[in-house]
């Protein structure tokens, strides 16, 4: 399938992958550029093999996330600070999009600050459903174990908020990775990181040479 180059309006930021003259090769870019970088052809004279389409990124706004794990790096932003050796911090979405959180200010909910995370939808849509987990979340949240005073930064964490809720909503059926903090940050977090990771990696590729060929497929 071909399709006659034409410009696009783009949003700077927003990975583009398309194919021009070879089908074994991708092209990402944020922005299309004018001349092939593989044969040097003016790309507004030429067909492509593959039109611009989105690279959909990993991250989200924790408010359009409903019954929801949110992830963020505890400092800083995913696509600039990140690193495997990062600390993160984990919370959880009502059916409205509020973040109940626990650091040492204690239980927080609603704040504005998830604006690029990354999400994991626990629970399906299920209006019965959602309202029994943000009946519980809420109660959850008052009581004495989450006081700020009980915060450890070792011991009595963010996951422990996390991995106790879902745990007492007794998802640990639906997700045998509940067993433990270990297991779960194995099987519910890291693959979620590592996903975004690839993608920042890239990100960082593009930002710096403007243009990145990728064998298709990979």
Known sequence: MFFIWKKLRMELGEIRCFQHC???????????PIICPLCGQDLTQSRLRIPPYIIESPFTEADITQCSLVIKPTIGHFLYDFSNNSNLHIGLTDSSGNVYEFDERGVTVGDKTWTHCLSIKILDEHEQLENKWDH??????????????????????????????????????????????????????????????????????????????QNAGQ
Not at 22 to 32: A, H
């Open 136 to 213: 519980s979340l809420e109660q959850f949240a008052n009581e004495k174990l989450w006081k700020k005073e009980c915060y450890d930064e070792n011991s009595q964490n963010c996951f422990d908020f996390v991995l106790h809720f879902l745990q007492c909503f007794e998802l640990d059926r639906q997700y045998s990775c509940l067993v433990d903090k270990s297991v779960f940050c194995e099987k519910m977090i890291l693959p979620a990181t590592r996903r975004a990771g690839k993608y920042i990696t890239l990100y960082k590729q593009i930002e710096e040479s403007q243009v990145v060929i």
């Open 22 to 32: 070879d089908r074994k090769q991708n092209i990402l870019c944020f922005i299309v």
